[in-house]
């Protein structure tokens, strides 16, 4: 069988840095196995970096980042809880589904897509909500909202963030910020392939959490010991594991394969590389007579999203990159399937060669497809 | 940093097939590519076969067996519904565990540890039970049960099997054998990394599912567009895909490497091996004077169990062995965590060499240790 190589510039997943790639095919460790054992503290405390954060609680969820959702919910959602939820995109529509099979009385805050939330509309949506939820980079269409003011605003609630396309990318200050559960994937700007959900959840939010939630798989008061989570909140101390499940530990090493290559180069230099190829990439579609689709301000770098020019045919585009290029780029999701493009530069494709291949194939597409 | 290699003789992850390694490191696809499509049928196609099953929706969940487990019951268990489960080891507890929280009334059949489920017991346990459940190879024991038998018995109960340690190691028929809803690991005997969940629900128990189950992640009812089930149930047909979640992309392409791999063997020659690698080890076993735990006649040929000496210290040898050798071989669990030893030859590790060095090992490590 043929092996196809692919340029991976949609929404993800993206190119795994080098790094990742050669860790996942190393020699398998036991999920108990001290070596093992070690490289999951480092997993861990290197996501801390990557998420700005100082929880105890901080650890790859072995699932993808939709089960990281899950887990946000599922673990703090009281029978009948008020769960506000701004709903600019895909994924804040999708955290409305997750809240109400976890039992929340949902208030779904919503927004024109391509637009930022709107955090005096979210905290104006319900007098005393138990947990306030927001999208940080929006997937489906490219929008970063400001989680820093949400989490000023959020009074007594609980404020849960989705950094699936944000982590690794652009600037991300959990604890800063007043985040109190975090999810995201390791596919897009952390560069590793999809398959686990790095997450993060505080005190406060651990002591107000379900003490038997209705997913097993997904219990963060097990999963604390099954990651050696330092002594806090009555879990066992750090090394001191308890066996919950089988950790998918190819994907762990590659993980800390990832984050190890990122923390070298230096976070913010990581986001600064995103952004340099943001700003080369928007420049340069402008300059093929492109018009962003995301508000202006509030464009993720990482993941730029065009309009569908009238009388091209999307499909048709993205086909012959494909076929002809091996490279891929992302439709619109919902009402915007085939007048929207996203176009990622995440983790190791945040680079100015990638930037001039996906804009030299995209014109020659446009003009031959 | 130094690469660990280990030899991987515990109750699993075992040593994966080098294929199913190799292919984990392959340039990675996008899961909406028509290339990683493809290979996603052709692994349930495999999985089919490896089930012995012909259900449409046979299909690799994204997260690991004990998501499997969870995916079972939050989609067949209504509110109050009787649960009957055979529980001879660790991984019936959780079962029951599981089933509770997904709402069931859950009717335990404890057995005695290293015995194998009594189907007389299990099936007059309630006169109506809406699930019957067991574990076919208990991997807390090394016991297999007669799953055959409880099928046939099961009356108009959803059969649920768990085939984490038995799926590629030994007969497996899940269509023959009347199971309505199995999951498995990739982890065991399939010879691939731990990280999915195989599974595989029969149209009876699909039609009788949760409509909306409290989990997101694991909703059959979307899962199926998912993973391009042929166009059954009302579900798209095949090729029309619609997005749920990232899948594990690379992971999916080295099960794909390593279902290849064990048909290409033969699943009958595959089972043939397993068959010869636990008895040549048994007999080694025997010549060293370690005693079985797991009862005659029902003693996995991928899992040997046996019983840690008088005045051995259980910990100290599988020290020594993990640090002098390299080698894994599991404690028991629950009470008898110090009195038992797991050794596990699993898919690739089902070979005479790897016999003789686990057995020369122990030797040594008995002498030595």
Redesign the interface.
């Known amino acids: 069988m043929a092996?196809?190589?692919?340029h991976?510039f949609?929404p993800?997943?993206s190119?795994?840095y080098p790094e990742a790639?050669?860790a996942?095919?190393?020699?398998?460790?036991?999920?108990?196995?001290?070596?093992f054992l070690a490289l999951m503290d480092e997993t861990c405390e290197m996501l801390r970096t990557a998420w700005g954060t100082s929880n105890a609680r901080t650890l790859p969820l072995?699932?993808?980042?939709?089960?990281g959702?899950?887990a946000a919910f599922?673990n703090t959602v009281h029978p009948g809880d008020v769960a506000v939820i701004a709903v600019n995109g895909l994924f804040g529509q999708?955290m409305c589904?997750?809240a109400a099979?976890?039992g929340a009385e949902v208030v779904a805050v919503e927004h024109e897509w391509g637009r930022p939330v709107d955090v005096q509309r979210v905290v104006e949506a319900h007098p005393n909500p138990a947990i306030i939820a927001a999208v940080h980079a929006e997937t489906s269409t490219g929008v970063r909202s400001d989680i820093a003011d949400l989490g000023a605003a959020k009074g007594d609630a609980l404020l849960i963030t989705d950094a699936v396309t944000s982590i690794g990318g652009i600037e991300l200050r959990a604890d800063d910020w007043g985040v109190d559960i975090g999810y995201a994937?390791t596919?897009k700007c952390l560069g590793v392939?999809?398959?686990l959900a790095p997450f993060t959840i505080n005190d406060r939010a651990f002591e107000r959490r379900v003490e038997?939630?209705?997913?097993?798989?997904l219990d963060l008061g097990m999963l604390g010991a099954y990651a050696g989570e330092a002594g806090v909140g009555g879990a066992p101390g750090k090394g001191q594991r308890t066996y919950?499940?089988?950790?998918?530990?190819?994907?762990v090493v590659s993980l800390h394969a990832g984050l190890a290559r990122i923390l070298e180069e230096g976070l913010e230099n990581v986001w600064a590389r995103h952004e340099a190829a943001g700003a080369q990439l928007a420049a340069g579609l402008q300059e093929l007579g492109l018009e962003p689709f995301a508000a202006e301000g509030y464009r993720l770098p990482e993941l730029t999203t065009v309009k569908v020019p009238d009388g091209v045919d999307s499909g048709k585009v993205r086909g012959y990159l494909?076929e002809r290029h091996g490279l891929?780029i992302g439709s619109g999701v919902g009402q915007y399937a085939a007048t929207v493009w996203r176009i990622g530069l995440m983790g190791h494709n945040a680079r100015p060669d990638a930037v001039l291949l996906v804009l030299a194939a995209l014109k020659d597409a446009l003009d031959n497809a």
């Open positions: 092996i196809r190589e692919r991976l949609g993800g997943p190119n795994p790639t050669d996942l095919a190393r020699p398998l460790l036991g999920h108990l196995d001290p070596a072995s699932a993808t980042g939709s089960a959702m899950e599922v999708r589904d997750v099979r976890c994937g596919q392939a999809p398959g038997k939630p209705r997913s097993w798989y919950h499940h089988t950790a998918p530990t190819a994907m494909l891929e």
